[in-house]
């Protein structure tokens, strides 16, 4: 006798074989989106994405910290220190 267990399904009861079980998909939920009135009409705006000054954008970023973005490639070896 087998040992798998047996699962019923729209066309009967079937063996399940280790492996190969069916996998449930997880419920996402949505995220919350600003709802901006434009023009007498409600719109969404996604976070992130809504409409910024220059002035705005650069408070923004002078308050990120700064970030390299290229490593520094060392002397040694080069022809300055021979």
């Known amino acids: 006798m087998i040992n ?20 449930v ?3 996402r939920k ?3 989106f ?3 009135i434009v023009d007498g009409q409600s719109q969404y705006v ?3 994405a809504e409409q910024t000054s220059i002035r ?4 923004r ?12 490639k060392s002397l040694v070896g080069s022809p300055l220190f021979q």
């Not at 798998?4 to 190969?20: A, H, L, M, N, R």
């Open 4 to 23: 798998t267990p047996i699962e019923k399904t729209k066309d009967g009861w079937q063996y399940v074989i280790p492996g190969t079980e069916r996998i």
């Open 30 to 32: 949505q995220k919350s």
């Open 46 to 48: 996604i976070p992130g």
């Open 56 to 59: 705005e954008m650069l408070l």
């Open 25 to 27: 998909p997880k419920r």
């Open 61 to 72: 970023k002078m308050s990120q910290p700064i970030t390299v973005r290229k490593r520094q």
């Open 34 to 36: 600003n709802v901006d």
